[in-house]
């Protein structure tokens, strides 16, 4: 079946520091990929998503490139804001608007 | 974007109750919802797909009849909790397809605590 594994947290941050958070994933064919963010008291919002091999999605300073070879889609952020405190989640599609969703990641970022 | 909207946002009732958690597309249409259930620091876990003018269909493990989905129209998806219990409560999320490249809106969530 399909499965993401997501580093856990929390992750506690400075201000302008680098963020990674791992994601590895498991499942049959070609599924797309997508991360997800949930700020504090906000419903899930797409945050970037990449469908196809070596695809880089990026947005609001993230960005994560799909790896074929490594089943990974890594999520990392050069310079870190104490509003990118949220949670985040990895999840990956079968292509067939199914979202199997990691653990979720709490980001903290202090000032 | 889209907007999706979910009524009540917190609910409280007592054990052997039926609570109706409401799921709304507000600028969009969607022949298809789907419902998650989220416990506390843990992922989400599909439960259903909803689905406009025909019955939903499960995941496995999930009771139909203790969760009673209704999509009662193009923009309305419900989601009945039906004699709930303690174990019942949690975090239930819904969301609609965006219609390109399988991401989906999601609704902000409703807080079910069963007494």
């Known amino acids: 079946g399909n499965s993401v594994t997501q580093m856990e947290g929390p992750v506690t941050l400075s201000e302008e520091a680098f963020l990674t958070i791992n994601c590895t994933y498991t499942?049959?064919?070609?599924?797309?990929l997508f991360w997800y963010v949930q700020y504090p008291g906000e419903g899930l919002q797409l945050l970037l998503k990449?469908?196809?091999?070596?695809d880089k999605g990026s947005n609001k300073g993230f960005e994560a490139t799909y790896r074929k070879e490594t089943t990974s889609f890594h999520l990392e952020k050069g310079s870190v804001q104490v509003s990118d405190s949220a949670v985040y989640f990895c999840a990956l599609s079968p292509n067939d608007y199914k979202l199997s969703f990691g653990a979720g990641t709490t980001v903290t970022v202090r000032a | 974007g889209a907007v999706v909207s979910q009524h009540p946002s917190w609910v409280i009732c007592k054990s052997g109750t039926s609570v109706k958690i409401e799921c709304r597309s507000l600028?969009?249409?969607?022949?298809?919802m789907f419902w998650y259930r989220q416990f506390p620091k843990q992922s989400l876990m599909l439960m259903a797909t909803?689905?406009?003018?025909?019955?939903?269909?499960?995941e496995q493990g999930v009771e139909k009849d203790k969760f009673l989905i209704n999509h009662a129209s193009l923009t309305l998806s419900t989601l009945t909790v039906t004699s709930a219990h303690p174990e019942d409560s949690s975090f239930y999320i819904c969301?609609?397809?965006?219609?390109?490249?399988?991401?989906?809106?999601f609704g902000p969530g409703t807080r079910l605590t069963v007494t």
């Open positions: 909803s689905n406009e003018g025909s019955k939903a269909t499960y």
């Open positions: 969301s609609a397809p965006s219609g390109s490249s399988y991401e989906q809106y």
């Open positions: 600028d969009f249409q969607a022949t298809t």
């Open positions: 499942a049959t064919g070609y599924p797309s």
């Open positions: 990449a469908t196809k091999a070596d």
